[in-house]
């Protein structure tokens, strides 16, 4: 049986996109999303809307766009002169890996606080893929006993090697301006065609309403509309259920891949 994760990036972004995430979860095929904390209003935000979505949400770490929450002269290696991130994430090359932890637990505390359980971390634009970023990433996941998203299969050989339970396949073609039923059905045939007994699958996407405060924080817009009509379509339920698709959230990976190095969250 072939089990598919869909996760919705960029929860708490803006309240279009916020409330786009949960209508594609209550009402389309969409079964979890990561949440940003390093965004204007994702305080208020997360608070109104997180307990539309109970025990779907994961946790979005940054490291580029938004304003870091811990101070400044903490991770001097994080932040730009204006004290926000970098925007652009050839700039974490040299990173301190001591500084992303103490980040990225801070971001973790501020989910925990507003009564989010994450149930699995990814990063925002991907930066885990840089090597030192991993190797926090990696540290982050082992002190929390949590999944995480691989997003390369080697990627995902490491994080299964070190008894971090993540999916089995990463699909992140879902994006841009050429999106519709069929393009989503497409990705999964490669999948489908491999499965085995416990093969499990995430596809990205980044469903939602465009609005003007988007326009200032992404360059992702108009596109997230169209995803969420895609991902709400009676249709697309139908056919992934006719192709012997299960949808499944990350809780699927709390249950096949039980979890080895179970610690509590520790400063860095």
């Known amino acids: 049986m072939l089990q598919v994760i869909i996760n919705a990036d960029d929860f708490g972004l803006t309240d279009g996109v916020t409330s786009g995430i949960v209508h594609a979860i209550q009402q389309g095929v969409v079964t979890s999303t990561t949440a940003m904390a390093c965004v204007p209003g994702a305080a208020d935000r997360l608070r109104r809307y997180a307990p539309q979505i109970p025990q779907r949400i994961g946790a979005h770490l940054q490291l580029t766009t938004g304003r870091p ?25 040299k990173a301190s890996i001591r500084e992303i932890l ?27 893929k840089l090597p030192n970023v991993f190797e926090a990433f990696c540290e ?5 006993s949590i999944p995480a998203r691989a997003v390369t299969p080697a990627m995902r050989l490491s994080l299964q090697q070190a008894c971090v339970p993540c999916p089995d396949q990463m699909i992140l073609a ?12 497409s990705l999964t045939k490669g999948p489908l065609q491999s499965v085995s007994e416990s093969t499990v699958v995430e596809i990205m996407c980044h469903p939602g309403y465009s609005c003007a405060s988007l326009l200032k924080l992404s360059k992702y817009t108009h596109q997230r509309d169209r995803e969420l009509a895609i991902l709400c379509s009676p249709q697309l339920s139908q056919q992934l259920s006719s192709h012997g698709i299960t949808l499944s959230s990350y809780e699927v990976l709390h249950n096949i891949r039980p979890l080895t190095n179970a610690s509590h969250i520790q400063s860095a």
């Open 140 to 144: 982050m996941t082992n002190r929390l």
């Open 102 to 128: 103490i980040e990225w637990h801070a971001q973790y505390q501020f989910l925990l606080n507003l009564g989010i359980q994450p149930t699995h971390i990814d990063t925002h634009h991907h930066v885990h």
């Open 69 to 93: 929450l811990s101070h400044p002269s903490l991770i001097p290696t994080l932040c730009a002169a204006n004290g926000n991130f970098h925007e652009s994430k050839s700039s974490l090359a």
């Open 174 to 185: 879902f994006y841009g301006d050429a999106l519709d039923i069929d393009t989503f059905l």
